[in-house]
């Protein structure tokens, strides 16, 4: 069974940083294409980033430049280092792996960035 954890969230100030991280069990890591998502209060879930199984990294205009997406093959792990948060940002961010018509999703975790 495969499950994937995040963690990382929490508050923070406009300008602040928070890295996400979100380890995977049961899934062979590498075939699958690795995303995270974003879902604030009474919006729909939106896609943030993304990274292909061969690497190939794809953002939200929204948070270009800002947000980077990377892996640890040896962790079973991907990341989200958010930079420059602005109070846009707060929502709770999952964790998502996908491969032909196999999808998974981690529980979330808040971020909040608030002065």
């Known amino acids: 069974q495969v499950r994937l954890v995040e963690s990382g969230g929490g508050l923070v100030q406009p300008g602040g940083s928070l890295r996400l991280s979100c380890v995977s069990s049961g899934a062979t890591f590498v075939i699958y294409h690795k995303n995270w998502y974003r879902q604030a209060p009474g919006s729909q879930r939106e896609l943030v980033a993304s990274?292909?199984?061969?690497?190939?990294?794809n953002y939200a205009d929204s948070v270009k430049g800002r947000f980077t997406i990377s892996i640890d093959n040896a962790k079973n792990t991907v990341y989200l280092q958010m930079n420059s948060l602005k109070s846009e940002d707060t929502a709770v961010y999952y964790c998502n792996f996908r491969v032909g018509s196999s999808e998974y999703w981690g529980q979330g975790t808040q971020v909040t960035v608030s002065s």
């Open positions: 990274i292909t199984r061969g690497g190939i990294t």
